[in-house]
């Protein structure tokens, strides 16, 4: 079989050991061929392609990034962008695609397996906020980034003073803000799916103080306020209809300074979330997601996603890890309450 793999959306720790393992497996196992697409969906859709056999995936499993290039294309929104990639497969002599990526690639991949090309997805996202998986490669990176900076940020707090907050990835889920700030000791966190009230992240923060600790606030770059309680600038959109966040942090850091009198500080985690290397965890789960992806191609299953279950990877279809997000159920958050002020 000649199978083209492709990686989409935002890049993220560990697509490189998932296109390493199903090379490998597929060449040295299966005795398959492969062809890189580059650039997302972007790749099949213009053809673009690059070697990928096994001396192109050496030494890549702990590279960060992904060698194959991402981007947010999305083909079913441009004219006739199904049919040119069912094209260029044919013209290539493709029969079957791998897709890595996040909501929006995987959405891509649903609609062409419906459509009757053999595609077969691996979830990835720094966000953590796939259904139909337990967890998802890159998040484990991405909390361990941010844990590191929120350690740091807690002595230079205590030495001045200062409310520091601290904005980390997550437009529609907080599981990133959620588990760096229990990992943290965040005095606050705040999320998407739980709309704050300045009021009360204030009383935090004084609280905080007047037992003589500087508090640290995580906020997801999504979080929105309770309605009508403060007003938010809208960003542009990109090709999948998401807003382009960021700022929340700042709005915080101007409010609480206000509220409360105390000096504070913004600090946005950005893009530093989502590169270098993958930690030890995220590299296992995406070398076994990628196993068990090229079975799947070569068992002939299509329309499916391999996911995490427990401990063992099993596949779910397409649309099933597609069809909504999974945000942060409130009853956890509520177990992070506990901590806050
Ligand atoms: O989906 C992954 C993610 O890192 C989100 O957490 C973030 O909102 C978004 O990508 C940022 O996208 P971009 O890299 O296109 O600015």
């Not at 000649?2 to 005795?31: F, H, M, Q, S, W």
């Not at 000096?263 to 196993?291: C, I, K, N």
């Not at 279809?317 to 002020?341: D, H, I, N, Q």
Request: with cysteine; net charge negative.
């Amino acid at each position: 079989m000649r199978i083209g793999v492709l990686t989409g959306g935002g890049d993220c720790p560990g697509l490189n050991a998932v296109i390493r393992a199903v090379v490998r497996k597929g060449v040295e196992v299966y005795g398959h061929e492969f062809v890189g697409f580059r650039d997302g969906w972007k790749g099949p859709l213009e053809g673009i392609t690059m070697p990928l056999d096994v001396p192109a995936v050496r030494g890549i499993l702990p590279r960060g990034g992904t060698i194959l290039g991402s981007s947010r294309t999305n083909p079913v929104k441009i004219d006739g962008g199904v049919d040119r990639i069912r094209q260029n497969l044919r013209d290539l002599g493709v029969d079957a695609l791998i897709a890595i990526g996040g909501e929006d690639t995987l959405g891509v991949a649903t609609a062409l397996a419906e459509q009757g090309l053999t595609v077969v997805g691996v979830p990835k996202t720094i966000d953590n906020d796939l259904n139909a998986t337990d967890y998802t490669f890159g998040f484990d990176t991405a909390v361990q980034i941010a844990v590191d900076a929120i350690d740091r940020l807690h002595t230079t707090a205590e030495s001045h003073h200062r409310a520091l907050i601290v904005e980390v990835m997550g437009r529609h889920a907080g599981w990133i803000a959620l588990h760096s700030g229990l990992a943290g000791g965040a005095n606050v966190i705040l999320i998407p799916e739980r709309p704050f009230d300045i009021d009360r992240v204030c009383d935090y923060v004084k609280a905080r103080f007047e037992r003589h600790y500087a508090p640290i606030i995580v906020v997801a770059e999504g979080a929105t306020p309770a309605e009508g309680t403060l007003a938010l600038q809208a960003g542009e959109l990109d090709a999948f209809g998401h807003v382009r966040l960021g700022g929340i942090g700042q709005v915080l850091e101007r409010e609480i300074e206000a509220r409360t009198g105390f000096e504070s500080r913004q600090t946005v985690l950005g893009h530093v979330q989502r590169g270098g290397t993958p930690t030890a965890y995220d590299r296992v789960l995406a070398t076994r997601f990628g196993l068990h992806a090229i079975d799947a191609v070569h068992e002939g299953d299509s329309g499916v996603m391999v996911a995490l279950h427990g401990t063992d990877i099993v596949r779910v279809p397409l649309s099933a890890a597609t069809k909504e997000l999974k945000v942060v159920p409130l009853e956890r958050y509520a177990e992070a309450e506990v901590f806050f002020g």
